[in-house]
């Protein structure tokens, strides 16, 4: 916090910067600035293709999951822990001339991959003889595989970029110019009729991308990408739905690399509406108004009981639609939500817990919804604004759920909010109103018929305008900050979604979805409620420890046709997995957000997932609700719909009261199961149903006002190690 000034207290700064992670490099010198104006290329390219210059699909794709590559192998390290001690890793005078070996053959590849183009372009050669590429794409894979080895066999060094690891740069450079020049070819042959160079090279691309998602993202998403590789090859021994003919490796892996794999669907929103809102994202943040967000939150309700929990709700849902992570939003603006939280009476874990929750609601928020709505659209070629549309109610109730959540316990915990006196003036922010502009006119433009790139574009020029009227002007130099900080911003997810269309790759080529299908129909034949039980068990389970953009693709490709096959609307089918696998993020015992939140909090992770979980009950329940009831989609007559989003919300009020024991005063375990019976009766959407949960929460709702204990629980001792980092 500042000293208070006319202006209150603000209480936000810098509560969007991107949080580094571990094995990220901070570098200096030639490293920094090749890296630093690489990015800025990065991102200028993306926005001159995708509103200037247009490009043929497969070569713009090849060549953003090629650079995205390349950025990151040259900010994270390896980071491999069991060799960062004195002495770990190779000997040097083994390292150094290995390292050259893998050098020179990644370095002769891509001379022979740019031979072609020049041959072609200045000695009127239309390809190149045929000893170049069987050459150099076994080169490739060699001298790729050794820079790998020997990036996982030296001690990690932030501070520089590893040999090895301009080496994979290089390799990746590489991979795309074959692919690029060799590409009216490859549509043809790829996955059917592949040349032994396709094999090498493409074999090549897909260890890149498995190495640099598990620097970025982890070893979950990888862990799936090799078992799925697997399944390719040992399908002849599986048993039952699991069973296939097999696949030879060079049919395998070029077809992974066509449009159907990782230049599908998932690439595809990852090249042009990811990058474009991350782009977006970006400017907001380098203009600080991601702070203003906050500082408006906390003036509007942190003096509320509870206060810094509703302001978590609010601010960290905004912010988690914008940046597309619900972890990586824990950390950012946790880090300041959390411990004020903790200072007005919230234990630990429930701090940890409500910034969990709302952070990771942040993905199912209309109109940007993280990245998964993009992806929605492209794989069901539905409208964006009829899905963000249909998003609304959702959210709604989901975040009510929290607000309710947040509030009951206050009551039940005899909880404060913070003084006004230390909080920001809501007269002087609320002159500053102007910062939301770039978010309406994003809404305003795409529900006027733009499309979502023109959109996002407009909203990103309308984001550098707004940040003239502040402190925080976006000079050239600060443009160009900003065209920075996307790239480093965006990498993660752009080899999530490259990684993540290895699996969607291999779904199409086995059929596995299709078997998926058949049995869902068959557990239909029992139960149709089972089989929505089983599909949102299989969303989850393909969810956990995945960034919610890789598990929604997955689960979109093994769930959702099964779904549909069902007789379930697309949209609807499509919502349901989407939310079971946005939700992953806070679903025990692999639950990413609630163990950002965790560390920062210093509670227990399992504790803190449990309780992020109670938290965010609501949405388990509502995806079932899409079945029974499509107008919490959108999808029925006004009338209809207005008593679902109205007798949902008393719904969800009630299910707050009997999770948290306190419905107008303390309520006893009997209580609590009529009440969260009511609640589910009235969430259900049915005028009998409603009719009936009406009925027994106001006979709980009369019992309660003569027999019900008011007074707040003792505060409860909570031991909590101080904030980490």
Request: aromatic fraction near 10%.
């Amino acid at each position: 916090m500042t000293n208070g000034t006319d202006e209150g207290v603000i209480i936000a700064r810098d509560v969007d910067d991107e949080p580094a992670s571990g094995n990220q490099r901070s570098l200096t010198g030639f490293s920094y600035h090749f890296v630093f104006w690489y990015c800025v290329v990065y991102t200028a390219w993306h926005l001159l293709v995708l509103n200037v210059f247009p490009l043929e699909t497969w070569a713009f794709r090849t060549l953003h999951v090629a650079g995205g590559l390349g950025i990151g192998f040259l900010v994270a390290t390896h980071a491999v822990p069991r060799l960062e001690r004195p002495g770990g890793g190779l000997p040097p005078q083994l390292l150094r001339p290995l390292r050259l070996v893998a050098a020179v053959l990644v370095g002769l590849a891509l001379v022979a991959m740019v031979a072609p183009f020049a041959l072609r372009d200045f000695a009127g050669l239309p390809n190149p003889p045929p000893w170049v590429y069987t050459m150099a794409a076994p080169a490739l894979v060699v001298g790729t595989g050794l820079a790998m080895l020997l990036a996982w066999l030296t001690p990690a060094d932030t501070s520089r970029i590893d040999p090895a690891d301009w080496t994979m740069a290089a390799a990746a450079v590489a991979v795309a110019l074959y692919l690029l020049f060799n590409l009216q070819g490859l549509q043809f042959r790829a996955g059917v009729m592949p040349t032994r160079p396709d094999f090498w090279v493409t074999l090549a691309g897909v260890a890149l991308i498995l190495e640099c998602t598990r620097r970025l993202a982890g070893l979950a998403l990888v862990v799936i990408s090799i078992v799925f590789i697997l399944y390719a090859f040992i399908g002849p021994w599986l048993p039952g739905f699991l069973a296939h003919s097999g696949y030879a490796p060079d049919r395998f892996f070029t077809y992974l690399y066509t449009d159907n794999g990782i230049l599908g669907p998932t690439t595809a929103v990852s090249s042009t509406y990811i990058i474009l809102f991350i782009c977006f994202a970006a400017f907001l943040q380098a203009s600080k108004v991601g702070d203003y967000f906050v500082n408006f939150a906390f003036a509007a309700a942190g003096h509320a009981r509870g206060g810094p929990a509703k302001v978590a709700v609010f601010a960290s849902g905004l912010m988690g639609m914008i940046n597309g992570t619900s972890a990586g939003n824990v950390v950012a603006t946790g880090s300041l939500t959390i411990p004020l939280m903790k200072r007005v009476g919230y234990r630990a874990r429930s701090a940890a817990g409500i910034e969990a929750a709302a952070s990771t609601g942040g993905q199912i928020m209309p109109p940007i919804m993280g990245a998964g709505a993009f992806i929605m659209a492209e794989v069901t070629g539905i409208k964006y604004t009829e899905i963000a549309i249909a998003a609304l109610i959702p959210a709604t109730l989901y975040f009510i759920s929290i607000y309710f959540m947040v509030d009951l316990e206050a009551q039940r915990t005899g909880m404060k909010g913070l003084p006004r006196n230390q909080l920001p003036a809501f007269g002087a922010l609320a002159k500053q109103a102007y910062l939301f502009i770039p978010i309406v006119i994003l809404i305003a433009a795409l529900f006027m018929g733009y499309s979502v790139i023109r959109a996002g574009t407009l909203s990103l020029v309308a984001a550098i305008v707004v940040s003239w009227l502040t402190p925080h002007r976006l000079g050239p130099f600060g443009i160009v900050k900003a065209l920075n900080l996307t790239a480093t911003m965006a990498v993660q997810l752009i080899a999530v979604c490259a990684c993540a269309g290895i699996i969607v790759g291999v779904i199409g080529l086995t059929g596995v979805g299709l078997r998926f299908s058949a049995m869902l129909l068959t557990v239909a034949d029992t139960s149709q409620f089972l089989a929505l039980l089983f599909a949102m068990g299989i969303s989850l389970l393909l969810g956990m420890g995945m960034p919610t953009t890789a598990a929604y693709a997955v689960a979109a490709s093994v769930v959702a046709p099964g779904l549909i096959r069902l007789g379930i609307e697309p949209l609807v089918a499509h919502f349901f997995v989407f939310y079971f696998a946005v939700i992953s993020a806070i679903t025990p015992p692999v639950a990413l957000a609630a163990y950002a939140g965790a560390a920062i909090a210093g509670s227990k992770a399992l504790e803190t997932s449990l309780t992020a979980f109670k938290l965010g009950l609501a949405a388990f329940i509502v995806p079932f609700m899409f079945f029974y009831s499509p107008a919490l989609l959108m999808m029925d007559s006004w009338p209809a719909i207005i008593q679902s989003l109205v007798t949902a919300c008393v719904g969800v009020f009630l299910l707050s009261a009997a999770v948290q024991g306190w419905f107008f005063g303390r309520t006893n375990i009997l209580l609590r199961i009529v009440v969260g019976a009511a609640a589910l009766l009235m969430i259900e959407g049915g005028l009998v149903t409603d009719l009936i949960g009406i009925g027994l929460g106001g006979a709980v709702f009369l019992w309660q006002r003569k027999m019900a204990v008011k007074e707040p629980d003792l505060p409860i001792a909570e031991t909590a190690r101080e904030p980490v980092g």
